[in-house]
């Protein structure tokens, strides 16, 4: 562009000393030697302007390799970045999805747990009133064997001490009866039916009375029916209060879990925002780069115009000088 600016320029000029001298050369006289150093001047002139010129090409050609290298880098950061804040848009997203899931899912399970603990706890009363009236009825029940046994053992009592008072009353006869009209066979009956009376068993088993029968073997299984009732209870309490501990154990487990998870839930929050803050900064950086290099491009393009409107005002001051000059020899 410039080598042509420089041509078109010396054309002009030579034609335009050409037509001056064409023109002058019938009023003035000039020499050979006038003309070639006018020549050589112009020319050296010429050259250092056209020097000048293609410093000035070469500059800011490089600057403008420099600025469009500038530029494609900051695009393609400026690519980069919108790339990476698609995917820091998507990450975030999911991670909220994900908070918004798993909050969803600790609601579910807190209502579940809440809602079984509820109903365990509702069974285990049940339980225990049930347990408690079964309860009642077995002591009510033993309560009113143990009358019958305790009244039927009265009216033995009663009949073995009737026994006794008889026994006592013929042996009180006897000793107040004469020696004289006791005989020997009379008093040898006597003690054998006395040793028979004192030494005979109690009756067993089936000789027993049957109310007797009765009656003990309703306090035995009343005995045993008790008996398995208060352990059975007693296991049941014990199952119950290991659930109940079981059930704590797990609810204070599902806790802290969910405790442990929302640190590590807002960690993870905190860190993106960081990293989205970061970016954010990286981004005013850039954009204040950009801002600079577009000033420094307007002052680049505004000292190439400077530079052209002084060079072109040279040239032409030089051409109306030489101009001048020819005209003057």
């Known amino acids: 562009m410039w080598s042509k600016t420089v041509n078109f320029s010396v054309a002009c000029l030579w034609l335009l000393t050409i ?9 003035l006289e000039v020499t050979q030697e006038d003309i070639r150093t006018v020549l050589y001047s112009f020319g050296h002139s010429l050259r250092e302007n056209v020097d000048k010129l293609e410093r000035h090409e070469r500059r800011e050609k490089q600057s403008s390799d420099q600025i469009q290298n500038m530029l494609l880098t900051i695009v393609n950061k400026q690519r980069e970045q919108f790339a990476d804040n698609k995917v820091l848009e998507t990450t975030l997203k999911g ?3 994900s908070i918004h899931m798993l909050t969803d899912i600790e609601t579910n399970e807190e209502a579940a747990s809440r809602s079984s603990t509820k109903s365990m706890l509702e069974s285990l009363e049940q339980h225990m009133a049930a347990d408690g009236a079964d309860l009642k009825s077995i002591l009510k ?18 009949t073995v001490s009737e026994q006794v008072k008889a026994l006592q009353s013929r042996l009180d006869s006897l000793e107040r009866a004469p020696k004289s009209q006791v005989s020997n066979d009379a008093i040898y009956e006597l003690l054998q039916k006395m040793a028979a009376e004192r030494s005979a068993p109690r009756p067993v088993g089936g000789e027993q009375d049957p109310a007797a029968n009765t009656t003990w073997q309703l306090v035995q299984e009343t005995k045993h029916a008790v008996v398995e009732a208060v352990q059975s209870l007693t296991g ?4 119950s209060d290991r659930r109940r501990e079981a059930c704590d154990a797990t609810i204070a487990e599902m806790a802290k879990s969910t405790r442990a998870f929302q640190a590590d839930a807002q ?6 925002l960081d990293g989205v803050k970061t970016l954010s900064d990286v981004e005013k950086v850039l954009v204040q780069t950009a801002d ?3 000033d ?3 002052r680049i393009e505004y000292g190439t115009h400077q530079i052209l409107t002084d060079v072109t ?12 000059s020819v005209n003057a020899a």
């Open 19 to 27: 037509a001056n001298f064409q023109s002058d050369s019938t009023a």
């Open 95 to 97: 991670l909220e999805e």
């Open 141 to 158: 029940a033993e309560k009113q064997a143990t009358n019958r046994l305790y009244e039927s053992l009265g009216s033995q009592l009663t």
């Open 236 to 239: 049941r309490l014990d199952d």
């Open 267 to 272: 960690k993870s929050f905190q860190s993106v």
């Open 292 to 294: 600079h290099v577009l």
């Open 296 to 298: 420094t491009k307007r």
């Open 313 to 324: 005002a040279a040239v032409n001051d030089r051409s109306k000088e030489l101009n001048e």
